[in-house]
């Protein structure tokens, strides 16, 4: 009887002391989550950017709002535009009355986030040319975005507001 009193102390500790391991573990887990993005977030995000600026660039409306949520909500220069298809619309009917996109630059000053969820501040150049205008029309501006790392791992703009000088 005295040796079952001497083990069962003991049992008692060993379950303790895997348990708080485990705890450990999961603890460990949960402040790499919360830690901040990875460099491989920060390079798809940057890649993502890059992209758009390509599809820009190219003319390709189609593939600009692929880099958009379903749901996202874009502020540019006072104009409230929500959803992709309402974007893509919104860019074809610009696209016969617009200049066309002759060079273009994106600056990003700052990407921060967590998890799945991320920010994007930097600033923007655009120049433009239109038949029978001789100069170029140039456009600068600075822009913040929340972006959401999707199912596959790409990252889409979710909220945008863009404020052009």
């Given at each position: 009887?005295?040796?079952?009193?001497?083990?069962?102390?003991?049992?008692?500790?060993?379950?303790?002391?895997?348990?708080?391991?485990?705890?450990?573990?999961?603890?460990?887990?949960?402040?790499?989550?919360?830690?901040?993005?990875?460099?491989?977030?920060?390079?798809?995000?940057?890649?993502?950017?890059?992209?758009?600026?390509?599809?820009?660039?190219?003319?390709?409306?189609?593939?600009?709002?692929?880099?958009?949520?379903?749901?996202?909500?874009?502020?540019?220069?006072?104009?409230?535009?929500e959803g992709r298809e309402v974007y893509k619309e919104t860019l074809k009917a610009l696209s016969v009355v617009s200049p066309t996109v002759t060079a273009a630059n994106i600056t990003i000053e700052e990407i921060d986030g967590r998890y799945d969820l991320a920010f994007v501040r930097g600033t923007s150049s655009t120049t433009?040319?239109?038949?029978?205008?001789?100069?170029?029309?140039?456009?600068?501006?600075?822009?913040?975005?929340?972006?959401?790392?999707?199912?596959?791992?790409?990252?889409?703009?979710?909220?945008?507001?863009?404020?052009?000088?």
């Amino acid at each position: 009887m005295k040796k079952l009193f001497m083990i069962i102390p003991l049992v008692l500790i060993l379950c303790f002391m895997v348990g708080c391991q485990k705890g450990e573990e999961v603890a460990e887990e949960a402040v790499a989550e919360l830690a901040g993005l990875s460099d491989e977030d920060v390079a798809a995000i940057k890649t993502a950017h890059d992209s758009i600026l390509q599809a820009t660039l190219a003319g390709n409306w189609e593939a600009t709002v692929e880099f958009y949520t379903e749901d996202a909500i874009l502020i540019m220069e006072g104009i409230v535009i929500e959803g992709r298809e309402v974007y893509k619309e919104t860019l074809k009917a610009l696209s016969v009355v617009s200049p066309t996109v002759t060079a273009a630059n994106i600056t990003i000053e700052e990407i921060d986030g967590r998890y799945d969820l991320a920010f994007v501040r930097g600033t923007s150049s655009t120049t433009m040319g239109r038949k029978g205008v001789p100069e170029p029309i140039q456009r600068t501006g600075k822009f913040i975005e929340i972006m959401r790392k999707q199912d596959d791992g790409t990252w889409l703009i979710d909220r945008s507001i863009v404020a052009m000088d």
